[in-house]
């Protein structure tokens, strides 16, 4: 008796063979298509640029091309999960920076703790109290390293402790050398 598709199995191969393509297809003989609606985003019903698409993708390959000379494919995640998390850490970050670095100036060497003062002054489970952000990492080149382990160190203690877990410190020092 010859085996059943399974229905779902079955669902994806009539959507397909219903468009033209084929198990064989390759990613970029499939019509292109503009996909709409909210995916985790602020923005309601916007559309996907497929060209942006494709641009994010090069850029993703050309990193992997970047981290082949020191890394093996199973450590690229060593490196892009940690430097991930950082930027979107950063991101969040961001619009109250400024804030953040003038009351961290005001209560720092005072008797008040500026972890728990800083988390219930902007209503975050963590801060950063380094002059750094990460775009403006790059401004020093020659410096990117010691930039980055003091940018890392003025997180709060929390977040500092996922950094160290990630053993970040030692990805930096490798990445530099």
Not at 98 to 113: F, H, N, P, R
Not at 144 to 173: C, Q, T
């Amino acid at each position: 008796m010859a085996a059943e598709t399974p229905p779902n199995r079955a669902r994806i191969l009539a959507f397909t063979a219903d468009r033209g393509w084929s198990a064989r297809s390759s990613p970029t003989s499939c019509p292109v298509r503009t996909v709409r609606g909210n995916f985790g985003g602020s923005r309601n019903d916007e559309e996907i640029n497929p060209t942006m698409a494709q641009t994010n993708a090069n850029l993703i390959w050309k990193i992997a091309d970047l981290l082949r000379a020191p890394y093996q494919p199973n450590q690229y995640g060593d490196v892009i999960l940690p430097f991930t998390i950082l930027r979107r850490l950063d991101s969040i970050l961001e619009p109250t920076k400024d804030e953040v670095l003038a009351e961290y100036k005001k209560i720092s060497g005072g008797k008040t703790d500026p972890d728990i003062l800083l988390k219930a002054t902007f209503k975050l489970p963590f801060y950063n109290s380094s002059r750094w952000t990460f775009s403006s990492l790059v401004s020093d080149s020659q410096g990117v390293a010691d930039n980055l382990i003091d940018f890392i160190e003025h997180f709060s203690p929390n977040v500092r402790d996922v950094f160290e877990g990630f053993k970040m410190y030692d990805e930096i020092a490798s990445l530099a050398a």
